[in-house]
């Protein structure tokens, strides 16, 4: 079974990286640190989120950290990705591992439901994540999930379990504290000037 590593779990915004920018982009916050990629295009048609994926994933693969696409089981196996990440509506986790094989890295938002990730877990799951922790401004709508949902998924849950939702270096802390695997983020790190001092500043906070 694949494993998740610890860590810095950075996430693409086509709304913050331009198609001729985005393998650049991502290059500099595995270059900081980011120890998983997760491509995230709601925006674009088919041909284009093809391509961005397959430059993403040859790109990944050669610094050795595993690319995860968001919500397209079809997409993850068009380019041989790493796995992919299943939201409410995007399909079961028992399908995506019958087309995405037993090496494959599935993930599931489960919000700030833990009895969803308990299931999750029971389906083959390989993580799961939670949030929003923070109010977030790619989803400023988002459920909210308090830290303390952390500690109790690490006490029911073997798989790791990833944080999501408005996290920034300096809020981040209390959610590793907590015992979270991986802190997923999107605009602290993409949407900053230096894109990998701000992968680092993330990163860091698993030293």
């Not at 694949?2 to 990286?17: F, N, Q, V």
């Not at 390989?126 to 401004?137: D, H, I, L, M, T």
């Not at 959610?175 to 000037?193: H, P, S, W």
Request: hydrophobic share 50%; net charge negative; with cysteine.
């Amino acid at each position: 079974m694949a494993h998740l590593p610890r860590g810095l779990y950075a996430i693409t915004d086509s709304k913050l990286l331009s198609p001729d920018g985005i393998v650049e982009a991502v290059a500099l916050a595995i270059q900081g640190g980011a120890q998983v990629i997760q491509y995230r295009n709601k925006g674009g048609d088919a041909g284009q989120r093809q391509w961005e994926a397959g430059d993403l994933n040859n790109m990944c693969r050669a610094l050795g950290v595993p690319l995860i696409i968001n919500d397209d089981v079809e997409l993850a196996a068009q380019v041989m990705a790493a796995g992919v990440h299943l939201g409410k509506e995007d399909g079961d986790i028992a399908a995506a591992r019958a087309q995405l094989g037993p090496r494959a890295l599935i993930g599931v938002s489960c919000y700030n439901d833990i009895e969803l990730a308990i299931a999750a877990e029971q389906a083959g799951a390989n993580y799961v994540a939670f949030g929003s922790f923070f109010p977030s401004r790619v989803k400023p709508d988002a459920v909210k999930a308090e830290v303390a949902l952390i500690h109790e998924a690490k006490q029911k849950l073997k798989i790791p379990v990833v944080a999501i939702g408005g996290i920034t270096a300096d809020n981040g802390a209390q959610l590793v504290e907590a015992g979270a695997d991986m802190l997923a983020v999107i605009t602290e790190v993409f949407g900053q000037a230096d894109i990998k001092a701000a992968a680092a500043k993330i990163a860091q906070l698993f030293e």
